[in-house]
């Protein structure tokens, strides 16, 4: 059967994705490398999204707690919670887990290096974390955080830090950004604006619900912690619980997404581009030794 053939945009999403993510992850690489600080205000503004969608999920947790149905409760806050995706999206902020799967898609075509690549997902974590700290220093001087706000974040913290496993994280952190990604790459696909927001939104609502583990979410909430109870934070766990989500939500995202998506939907396009490339230094370096 000749491959040529295939129509791999009614198989796969073909080359209108690729050239989406490619162009995607071109456009991050200029801005970290030459516009840096841009970069990290972009993380840092993902940062401090993230940061206020948890103080207001925490908020509506504790105002409806009372005289809610559990159930109900996670069920309002996790949907609450999905706010925060769409509003990074379309403010064009930088998430460390929604670019494990861009630039794994970019290591796959051997589109741009592993060094570069590491570099990025160290700058937008650290920017992420960067955002919340600033959030949280401005919060502090204010009424906002309730006893009750307090000590959910309090009960949360120590859950995550204390009593999960390390296994017990990564597996969590790995179904956390399969749900994310999985929800981009549909909402890649659709051009309707809230049909768009839609699909973003019940990806993490699925997640925030099933209770499981986003590395950039986390730290915000240990920053959180920082700042109204120092003393109660158990150190060694949160570097368990980042370093257990971090590796879980890259496999949920840049493995099982993105290398998958990026498998499915190489047809070779950028094979003909190397090879065209060879074929004209190889006519080059002829007319120079004729």
């Not at 974590?125 to 309090?154: C, H, K, Q, T, Y």
Request: net charge positive; glycine share 8%; proline share 2%.
């Amino acid at each position: 059967m000749n491959n040529t053939n295939i129509k791999w945009d009614t198989i796969f999403y073909g080359r209108k994705w690729v050239s989406n993510i490619i162009e995607t992850i071109q456009k991050k690489d200029v801005l970290q490398s030459f516009y840096f600080k841009r970069y990290l205000m972009r993380a840092m503004m993902a940062g401090f999204i993230i940061s206020i969608i948890s103080v207001f999920v925490l908020m509506v947790k504790t105002t409806f707690a009372p005289d809610v149905p559990l159930g109900v409760v996670n069920m309002v806050g996790s949907v609450t919670f999905s706010f925060a995706l769409v509003l990074i999206l379309f403010t064009n902020s930088e998430l460390l887990t929604s670019n494990f799967m861009y630039f794994t898609v970019g290591l796959y075509y051997h589109l741009i290096p592993p060094i570069r690549v590491l570099n990025i997902f160290l700058l937008c974590f650290f920017g992420n974390i960067a955002g919340a700290f600033f959030f949280f220093g401005i919060l502090r001087f204010s009424d906002v955080m309730s006893p009750d706000m307090i000590g959910m974040l309090e009960q949360m913290v120590h859950t995550k830090t204390v009593t999960y496993t390390f296994g017990n994280i990564l597996v969590r952190a790995i179904f956390a950004n399969f749900f994310i990604n999985i929800a981009l790459v549909i909402a890649m696909q659709i051009d309707d604006v809230l049909a768009k927001m839609f699909v973003m939104m019940f990806g993490v609502t699925i997640f925030a619900f099933m209770g499981f583990e986003h590395v950039v979410y986390n730290a915000t909430l240990f920053v959180g912690h920082l700042y109204y109870n120092v003393s109660a934070l158990h150190f060694g766990g949160v570097v368990k619980n980042i370093v257990a989500a971090f590796i879980g939500n890259y496999i949920g995202g840049g493995l099982i997404i993105g290398l998958f998506y990026a498998y499915l939907n190489d047809h070779g396009q950028f094979k003909i581009i190397k090879n065209s490339k060879r074929a004209k230094q190889y006519n080059h370096k002829a007319e120079m030794k004729s």
